[in-house]
């Protein structure tokens, strides 16, 4: 198959997927493609009535006609404006509704994604997916969807009615239409292949702004303002640039549609005034007729050409949504649901290499951990200890080897069931934006009561700071907990791990912001707490981990 046609059919496909969305619309869309019916068909009714307006009420004076006229007038522009009425609101019900709709199916599927998606890719890029890309899709599928029928179907009637009127002096104008035809093709060409562009250079703004954002203490200690900003500057650029050759393409099709609205003209003024013309039933009213069929015919080409353009953007942004959609998630085909494991942990020969790494990140590693015992990983950075507990949750698969819960392969278990089991405090805390009680009763603990999250913080040695704030646990933490130290971060992630209660602890240097004298609080209460837990501790300093097994 060649490239051209490989590219129509995935477009088919995209495009047939595009429809799929709309079926929840379908009564909606419905009377959204009848009433564009109706307001083309208004126009060519209009176009239809210029011949005997001019020649029977100017020509003649038909009373008959002076008297109908106004009121047919009246009569279709009224029909008129009920159908743009209907169309533009059914039109922005729909589009809205299919933004709406890829923005959810898209932060699903974020939610169930693999952990080496998120490496793989640039938060920018994944965010701008929802922001950026999904509201391209809404012009695709409602906005062209609009011009393309309306401008369509009234091309198709103004042609009929100027057909109608003079077909000879029709078919001598409609020479230009393969003209018009070959602009579209090449317009469409060139719009494709700038917007797949501007999709992910858009990404890269976002991604850069966020990293910025995100890294501003950085950026002002190691100077890289400069740095930053050329970045900035170099992404932002090529966005300008590609946005310029947009509106540069637009503007060579307009010049072009105006230059055949011309040429248009002066073949109507040209042929209506020869001899052979002026001879028949050819009036005043079928030149009117025909230079307003043209007047109208010539907009709606120039729409439809943009259309193209349109529905291409639309095609590719929608192009790369479903790829994500279609991205397989987590793997989840186990069926084992247990209400609470044992926690016997094996690590059975298991292997790692990260994909897009050459080296091995754990190789042969073979570990047992028995129910309730205390086991601790103490090595270099880089040796690959949080790999090794990344490796229980299943935020990645061993690429040989298998562990084992309780005995049984982690595939085995249900995804969500196996991750009930653990309480996992990882070496980058996250917070959300939110309080205190809700961070530590986050997700499936939200329903925890405050006797029980206050307990938690107290364990975690939390609740001594907890208290001097002006709120207590209901105090707001910041976005990623902004507004607290290091240290205070850990302890909240601490106190949620403990909440959780589960068989499994996993602590990936969970106290290494913490003076000794905190760590060995909360040393104590873990092993008063979770005495007949499994526990996994990841530490750099052997004093942490004094107590293990
Ligand atoms: P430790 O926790 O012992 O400091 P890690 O388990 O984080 O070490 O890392 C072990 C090795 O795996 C390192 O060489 C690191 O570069 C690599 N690594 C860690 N996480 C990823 C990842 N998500 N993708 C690719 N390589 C990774
Ligand atoms: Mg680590």
């Known amino acids: ?248 393409t637009n503007g060579l099709s307009t010049a072009f549609v105006q230059l055949a609205a011309a040429i248009a003209l002066a073949l109507i003024v040209f042929f209506a005034t020869r001899p052979f013309m002026l001879k028949g039933d050819f009036t005043a009213g079928s030149f009117a007729t025909i230079f307003m069929c043209m007047g109208g015919i010539l907009p709606s080409l120039k729409r439809l050409t943009t259309v193209q353009s349109n529905i291409q953007r639309g095609l590719a942004a929608a192009h790369e949504l479903f790829d994500i959609i279609d991205t397989p998630a987590e793997r989840d085909e186990g069926t084992i649901v247990i209400e609470r494991c044992r926690g016997d942990i094996e690590f059975r020969d298991v292997h790692l290499v990260y994909a897009g790494s050459e080296r091995a990140a754990l190789q042969g590693v073979s570990l047992h951990c028995p129910p309730g015992s205390v086991t601790a990983l103490v090595g270099r950075s880089g040796s690959g200890k949080s790999s090794m507990a990344s490796l229980i949750p299943r935020f990645y698969e061993p690429t040989a080897g298998m562990l084992l819960l309780d005995g049984k392969p982690l595939d085995d278990y249900a995804l969500r069931n196996l991750r009930a089991q653990i309480a996992w405090v990882g070496q980058d805390v996250v917070l959300f934006d939110d309080t205190i009680a809700r961070n530590i009763a986050y997700g499936a603990l939200a329903n925890a009561g405050e006797a029980d999250i206050v307990a938690a913080a107290e364990a975690a040695n939390a609740m001594e700071f907890i208290r001097g704030l002006p709120n207590g646990i209901h105090s707001r933490v910041g976005e990623d907990g902004a507004l607290l130290s290091g240290g205070q971060r850990q302890r909240i992630a601490v106190a949620r791990a403990l909440l959780k209660n589960a068989p499994i602890l996993v602590l990936d240097e969970a106290t290494s912001a913490l003076d000794t004298e905190s760590e060995r609080l909360i040393q104590d209460a873990l092993t008063r707490l979770m005495k007949n837990r499994t526990r996994l501790v990841i530490a750099h300093r052997v004093s942490t981990v004094a107590h293990a097994d």
Request: with cysteine.
């Open 1 to 248: 198959m060649s490239e051209a046609a490989a590219q129509t059919t995935s477009d088919a496909t995209t495009y047939r997927r595009l429809l799929g969305l709309l079926r929840p619309y379908k009564v909606v869309v419905g009377a959204t493609l009848l009433a564009m019916v109706m307001d083309s068909l208004c126009m060519t009714l209009f176009a239809r009535t210029i011949k005997p307006m001019m020649d029977r009420l100017f020509t003649v004076r038909d009373p008959h006609v002076i008297f109908w006229m106004p009121i047919i007038i009246i009569g279709i522009f009224f029909v008129r404006s009920i159908a743009v009425y209907i169309e533009t609101y059914g039109a922005a019900y729909v589009g809205r509704g299919v933004v709406q709709d890829m923005r959810r199916r898209i932060f699903d599927k974020y939610l169930h994604m693999p952990a080496s998606f998120f490496d793989r890719e640039s938060s920018g890029q994944q965010i701008s997916r929802i922001t950026y890309t999904s509201e391209q899709v809404a012009q695709a599928t409602t906005d062209s969807a609009k011009t393309a029928i309306v401008d369509g179907l009234m091309v198709v009637g103004l042609v009929a009615v100027m057909l109608w009127t003079s077909w000879e002096l029709s078919l001598a104008l409609l020479v230009m239409v393969p003209m018009i035809g070959l602009l579209v093709t090449y317009v469409g060409r060139r719009y494709r292949r700038i917007n797949v562009t501007i999709q992910d250079v858009v990404g890269r703004v976002t991604g850069v702004v966020e990293e910025v954002v995100g890294a501003h203490r950085e950026v002002k200690v190691f100077g890289g303002q400069d740095y930053e900003s050329a970045r900035f500057n170099d992404v932002t650029d090529r966005t300008r640039k590609l946005n310029v050759k947009v509106a540069a």
